[in-house]
């Protein structure tokens, strides 16, 4: 479903990860490990489409994707109910009532998401996903903010992702409670000396 051969990464025009190399089968997660600012975050950008590779081959069809990062993606001053069935209606899906139910918020379906904790936000930045209906998730540190009962509760909902076919690309630090591959980008991270590309600056990280 999604294939990485030898690429390399760069960020603000400086090159960040090279000779990346992996394979995700459906059915399958990969999870990425590696210190803080090894680029992590880049690599998973680059996978979602949104920003280009500096080199090497990258093979998924981006409408296969579906890309959670830092940020919940939630419209404050919507409820619940309307920012899934909002998410839902872009990516042609018809999964907003079970993505709720999924993450347990049935019982604030009507609340809006500005008047959520911070831990509930997360829940619903991460139905969000899964009301896209896509067969490929890529995330970014998914588990923010939420509590033990909810790691578990987002593991099992990736667990059910990948018993139907699915798969998920994460990069996280925790133990998500289900069975992955993983891959520690620590041996690709690019060395001092690797020289700073023209034209290939990523305003987001300047």
Known sequence: ????????????GVMVLAGVSFSLN??????????????KTTLLRAVAGLQPISGGILTAVEDDIAYGAHSDGVKPTLTVAENLNFWAQIYGSDLAA??????QLDPLATRRAGQLSAGQK????LARILATGRKIWV?????????????????????????????ALIATHIDLGFAADVLDITPFRAGADTPVLSGQFDEAFL
């Not at 079970?98 to 993450?103: I, Q």
């Not at 588990?143 to 909810?150: E, G, K, M, N, Y």
């Open 122 to 125: 997360r829940r619903l930045g």
């Open 139 to 167: 995330l970014d540190e998914p588990t923010v903010s939420l509590d033990t009962a909810s790691v578990a509760l987002f593991g099992a909902a990736v667990q059910a992702h990948l018993n139907a076919g699915g798969a």
């Open 26 to 39: 459906a059915g399958r997660a990969l999870i990425l490990r590696g210190p803080n600012g090894a680029g």
């Open 98 to 103: 079970d993505a709720m139910t999924a993450m």
């Open 1 to 12: 479903m999604l294939t990485a051969q030898n690429v390399a990464v760069a960020r603000a």
